[in-house]
């Protein structure tokens, strides 16, 4: 029983990088292109992992485990063909997934459900929705009133006064909510 992968290339010392950038493993791999064979039964390694192997310059040679399936034929060793997809050339002992996020209120959910909600306090909401309004309500006299009372409500922002001011703002755009809903959660949130 040769295993044919024995043939084709030489065991070279590989690195399995978890997304979160931990070290899973340090195990011995042929190569085969899109395939990695490792014959390490004990190796710990997951769709989504980085699989990292180092080149004579330092660097290491990136790719991403799409799929580690074990094979146990009985004709070949026991072992592990990982499909993968070359991610390129990075910088050694680094490792994961490489997140940038911007903007106000912004986050990042792995595997997880996502339970709140987005909201802002800063002066910026009272631009928006008069940006909104004026874009969204037809009737003339009807989106001079709602303006009227966006500019009381940011007046009365951070007093005694605002509940008053954001109660005649929700009267005076209640048949046009579809337009400043977006912006209750932020107006309400000044309430508190």
Known sequence: ?????R????PEPVRIVAP???LRCEIQAYHAGNVFFVEDMSADMEPGDELRRQLPNGK???YLIKDP????TGMVPDHYQVKVERKGVMSANTGGHYIS??????????????NSSNSTTSNEVFTDLRVAVQAG???AVERDAILAA???????KGTAGFTSAYQKLMGSAANHMTVIAPFLPALSQMLG
Not at 69 to 72: C, D
Not at 101 to 114: H, L, M, Q
């Open 1 to 5: 029983m040769v295993a044919v992968w």
């Open 101 to 114: 996020v911007s903007g106000a209120n912004s986050r990042v959910n792995i595997n997880s459900t996502d």
């Open 7 to 10: 043939t084709a290339s030489k």
């Open 150 to 156: 966006i500019d009381e409500a940011e007046e009365a």
């Open 60 to 62: 290491d040679d990136v």
């Open 137 to 139: 309500v037809p009737d």
């Open 69 to 72: 399936a074990l094979y146990r």
């Open 20 to 22: 979160d950038g931990s």
